[in-house]
């Protein structure tokens, strides 16, 4: 008896964070919940590692990270090379997904709508005040607009979802660009609501006919939003969807960039979405068990089963050729 309760205590001593670990807690984009909610139910289920991801938003994991809150954090917004190495953390992608405009216009059924960047940032400055406005009636020949004020609702929390909208909408209006600019939190104009995370959002829009907002794309999907089409960047229309998403990740040249710091929106291409962003990981630079713990769940959601979730859920799975540049960085940090 007494030798076992010894070899208890040995193994306990010995491996205190690799068999009896409590579980990696995270936090952060809400754009990315969707997918990582499965995978950490499954990735728990066939390792027994437990990782707790609370999708607070972009700003809040980063605040966790550096308050030590959390073991990693998930944002919509890359960091600089300096604001990295100031911190000793490792960037790199996870997955690639998509932001579409919400609408709530009773009658009215998915891509039945055609919105352009310019005409969203009119929008949202309050230029463009009602559905039957002539620059939206020009985009949508033959389709009748009710006289109904469009409420436009936003994120209130720091987001790298609005990060990467109002980037785009930096990219195709200049009055935008002028006045708003962009970032994770903006002084947003005009009469528009505010809502916290991709959800609230969802929520907003859902209960209050007029309304328009943009969320992650996986949102949609969940919560049966009704969702436009955009003019691309090469001015053709086009409908959200797993190819147009992917259209636009194909032109990403991620070995052309530092510490994989690329935004994607407004790509190229006939048949590319323009509103694409990517979700990274921030990591502490450590050989602790739980850094170790956390590449570990990050190799397992590149390969086979963590691929054919992001996919089912429409989001782009990372290309074999981004894998091995992140492993490289791996390897070249010694984890």
């Known amino acids: 008896m007494l030798k076992k309760l010894l070899l208890s205590l040995i193994l306990v001593l010995t491996f205190p964070f690799s ?48 308050n030590s809150t959390f073991t990693f954090a998930a944002s919509d917004m890359p960091l600089s090379s300096q604001q990295l190495q100031k911190n000793n953390w490792l960037q790199f992608p996870a997955v690639i997904s998509s932001i579409v405009a919400i609408i709530n216009l009773p009658g009215f059924k998915t891509n039945q709508v055609v919105l352009n960047g310019q005409l969203i940032a009119d929008i949202y400055l ?74 609230g959002i969802a929520a907003q829009v859902q209960s209050i006919p007029g309304a328009m907002g943009y969320v992650e794309y996986a949102y ?24 147009s998403f992917a259209a636009a990740a194909k032109n990403a040249h991620w070995n052309a960039v530092k510490d994989f710091d690329l935004v994607l929106t407004n790509q190229p291409g006939k048949t590319t979405w323009p509103i694409v962003q990517t979700t990274f990981i921030l990591l502490p630079i450590s050989t602790s068990a739980d850094t170790v713990a956390v590449i570990r769940f990050f190799r397992w959601c590149f390969e086979g089963n963590g691929k054919t979730m992001a996919a089912s859920l429409d989001y782009v799975p990372l290309p074999d050729s981004v894998v091995s540049l992140i492993e490289n960085q791996w390897k070249a940090n010694k984890l």
């Open 19 to 66: 068999v009896f670990a409590s579980g990696i807690t995270a936090g952060g984009s809400t754009a990315i919940y969707p997918v990582m909610s499965k995978w950490v139910k499954s990735y728990s289920q066939e390792t027994n590692e437990e990782i707790n991801y609370q999708p607070i938003g972009s700003g809040g994991g980063i605040q966790g990270l550096t």
């Open 220 to 243: 949609v999907l969940q919560n049966n939003l009704t969702y436009t089409k955009m003019v691309n960047a090469e001015g053709a229309v086009v409908a959200a969807s797993s190819d």
């Open 126 to 199: 309050g230029h463009v005040q009602y559905w039957d406005d002539p620059a939206i009636q020009a985009l949508n020949k033959g389709v009748t607009f009710p006289h109904t004020m469009i409420i436009s609702i936003h994120r209130a929390d720091a987001s790298g979802t609005t990060y990467n909208f109002t980037h785009y909408l930096s990219d195709v209006s200049a009055d935008w660009r002028r006045a708003v600019g962009f970032n994770t939190q903006v002084s947003w104009p005009g009469i528009s609501l505010g809502a916290k995370g991709n959800a």
